[in-house]
């Protein structure tokens, strides 16, 4: 399994940035998929999810800004971003895998509050977003 983001970059408060992972070594949707961010000296933090049946979830400090979504032909996660914080500064990264849901009916936005799944996802390296104020 191969995943690689892109998008990253520079932006003031205020900003949007499209971030972009593309799959590959394995069945895409096969696996829940999320984005996944860490700012220095902090823990990560799932961002954003995504089921096969097209349901999402967000952490509560990005919902209303940034959407989640994909397109199956081209085996590419996205993550748009808009007005865009200071605080959403970090190395965002995607990853694909199977949480374990307290709630059956969670789904993939499992991804959002499992904290001990992560350690078998499969990762990209991540993109650096940085937002000035």
């Known amino acids: 399994v191969q995943l690689q983001e892109s998008g990253g970059g520079s932006v003031q408060s205020g900003g949007s940035l499209r971030l972009s992972c593309v799959a590959s070594g394995y069945t895409y949707r096969t696996y829940c998929m999320g984005w996944f961010r860490q700012a220095p000296g902090k823990e990560r933090e799932a961002v954003a999810a995504l089921g096969n049946d097209g349901i999402?979830?967000?952490?509560?400090?990005?919902?209303?800004?940034?959407?989640?979504?994909?397109?199956?032909?081209?085996?590419?996660?996205?993550?748009?971003?808009?007005?865009?914080?200071?605080?959403?500064?970090?190395?965002?990264?995607?990853?694909?895998?199977?949480?374990?849901?307290?709630?059956?009916?969670?789904?993939?936005?499992?991804?959002?509050?499992?904290?001990?799944?992560?350690?078998?996802?499969?990762?990209?390296?991540?993109?650096?977003?940085?937002?000035?104020?």
Do not use: H
Not at 75 to 91: F, I, N, V, W
Not at 100 to 124: E, H, K, V
């Open 56 to 133: 999402t979830g967000y952490a509560d400090s990005v919902k209303g800004r940034f959407t989640i979504s994909q397109d199956n032909a081209k085996k590419t996660l996205y993550l748009q971003m808009d007005r865009l914080k200071p605080e959403d500064t970090a190395m965002y990264y995607c990853a694909t895998g199977r949480p374990i849901p307290s709630d059956p009916r969670a789904g993939c936005r499992a991804m959002l509050t499992d904290s001990q799944s992560p350690r078998n996802y499969f990762w990209g390296q991540g993109t650096q977003v940085t937002v000035s104020s």
